[in-house]
């Protein structure tokens, strides 16, 4: 099941929200701040714990990660880092569908009924939120065909992102 909600992420009762983060994942500008605020400090000490892969890289893009939600309704925050938009041209497409795949695949590994997801790439970023949103659906879409008990929920800051992803949903918008 896929649905949309227009509102803040870090008020959502499902299993695991995801933090579109940066690399470092100490925290930052947008639904990634607003993700830090709401879940206490506590979530600043447990990405700390998440070793680097490289210096000053926790979570390289299109990857994930998973800490416990701390002081936010969810039980998990599953960070995840989107790529820079370049034009499209520098595989931004395929790394985006990796932030979903690998974030539904880590909350299924978490036994996570529900998820929700906030538009990744589509602030600082500057990916398009309408191709932003193709991939996000083609992705939930896809791994809802062996993961049909899972609930997802794209949460959108905006009624004209909310508006793109009811299109999509509906069919109008492939």
């Given at each position: 099941?896929?649905?949309?909600?227009?509102g803040?992420i870090?008020?959502l009762?499902?299993?695991?929200?995801?933090?579109?983060?940066?690399?470092?994942?100490?925290?930052?500008g947008?639904?990634?701040?607003?993700?830090?605020?709401?879940?206490?400090?506590?979530?600043?000490?447990?990405c700390?714990?998440?070793?680097?892969?490289?210096?000053?890289?926790?979570?390289?893009?299109?990857?994930?990660?998973?800490?416990?939600?701390?002081?936010l309704?969810?039980?998990?925050?599953?960070?995840?880092?989107?790529?820079?938009?370049r034009?499209?041209g520098?595989?931004?497409?395929?790394?985006?569908a990796?932030?979903?795949?690998?974030?539904?695949?880590?909350?299924?590994?978490?036994?996570?009924?529900?998820?929700?997801?906030?538009?990744?790439?589509t602030?600082?970023?500057g990916?398009?939120?309408?191709?932003?949103?193709?991939?996000?659906?083609?992705?939930?879409?896809?791994?809802?065909?062996?993961?049909?008990?899972?609930?997802?929920?794209?949460?959108?800051?905006?009624?004209?992102?909310?508006?793109?992803?009811?299109?999509?949903?509906?069919?109008?918008?492939?």
């Amino acid at each position: 099941m896929m649905k949309i909600v227009l509102g803040d992420i870090t008020t959502l009762e499902v299993d695991a929200i995801v933090n579109a983060a940066n690399q470092v994942m100490l925290g930052g500008g947008g639904v990634d701040g607003a993700i830090h605020r709401a879940a206490g400090k506590e979530l600043l000490e447990a990405c700390l714990k998440v070793p680097e892969v490289r210096p000053g890289v926790r979570c390289p893009t299109g990857e994930a990660r998973i800490t416990p939600g701390f002081n936010l309704p969810a039980k998990f925050v599953i960070h995840t880092v989107g790529p820079v938009y370049r034009g499209g041209g520098c595989k931004e497409p395929e790394k985006l569908a990796d932030c979903y795949r690998n974030s539904l695949a880590l909350a299924a590994e978490n036994g996570c009924k529900s998820i929700a997801f906030p538009c990744i790439s589509t602030g600082i970023y500057g990916y398009p939120v309408g191709d932003a949103a193709r991939i996000a659906v083609r992705e939930a879409r896809e791994f809802l065909k062996t993961h049909g008990d899972m609930a997802i929920t794209f949460c959108c800051f905006s009624q004209g992102d909310a508006a793109i992803y009811e299109d999509l949903l509906k069919g109008s918008a492939q």
